[in-house]
């Protein structure tokens, strides 16, 4: 069978074949969001940038990244596509070094999009539409909020892109905007 350039339409539906839990499609929405949002800023490929954020996870915890890489290979997905998805796990379950603009992207905000999220939610208004990067970078701080959160990759992903930690929190705000009915982060707060 030869190599084949998912849709979107495609690409959630195997998502959701091995994603079941509420968090997890939420946490994959948000990272699509964001990749979306930086490539259009970028002028790179929409698209790709989105499902490849959206299929970044399995629910395969213990097997991350090598289960997701059998997965989208036993679907002939193309090989960028599979490398950029196994890249983000580099230094944790992958060796796989982030290269493109794409990888280094996902490498970055995949964790950010948590302490977002994570932000967003103990606000009044429990939405990302009015969560300030002061806001997220005063929650960076404390290493018990969201503790989950690997604040070193963030901080690495930064380093990799050029980037300062506060432009990265702000990408990541914006691109999780266009999405906040989808995740359950519009909270009570309309443009």
């Known amino acids: 069978?030869?190599?084949?350039?998912?849709?979107?339409?495609?690409?959630?539906?195997?998502?959701?074949?091995?994603n079941k839990t509420d968090g997890l499609v939420k946490h994959a929405l948000s990272v699509e969001a964001v990749m979306r949002y930086i490539a259009e800023k970028l002028g790179e490929d929409v698209d790709q940038w989105g499902i490849i954020g959206l299929v970044h996870y399995e629910m395969f915890p213990e097997e991350h990244c090598v289960k997701?890489?059998?997965?989208?290979?036993?679907?002939?997905?193309?090989?960028?596509?599979?490398?950029?998805?196994?890249?983000?796990?580099?230094?944790?379950?992958?060796?796989?070094?982030?290269?493109?603009?794409l990888e280094k992207y996902l490498y970055t905000i995949d964790e950010l999009t948590g302490l977002v999220a994570t932000?967003?939610?103990?606000?009044?208004?429990?939405?990302?539409?009015?969560?300030?990067?002061?806001?997220?970078k005063k929650k960076w701080k404390d290493k018990r909020f969201a503790a989950g959160v690997d604040r070193s990759i963030i901080e690495k992903g930064a380093e990799i892109l050029g980037l300062e930690i506060s432009d990265v929190i702000e990408l990541t705000i914006m691109g999780m905007r266009t999405a906040a009915d989808e995740i359950g982060l519009a909270g009570d707060i309309r443009d």
């Not at 069978?1 to 091995?18: D, G, H, N």
């Not at 997701?68 to 998805?85: D, F, G, K, M, S």
């Not at 967003?120 to 997220?136: E, F, G, I, N, Y």
Request: glycine share 2%.
């Open 119 to 136: 932000t967003a939610l103990v606000r009044p208004s429990k939405s990302v539409l009015d969560t300030k990067v002061k806001s997220v």
């Open 1 to 18: 069978m030869s190599v084949k350039i998912p849709t979107r339409e495609e690409a959630l539906q195997l998502f959701k074949q091995y």
């Open 68 to 101: 997701c890489t059998e997965i989208l290979t036993e679907n002939n997905w193309p090989q960028e596509y599979i490398r950029a998805v196994a890249s983000h796990g580099w230094g944790i379950c992958t060796d796989i070094q982030p290269e493109s603009q």
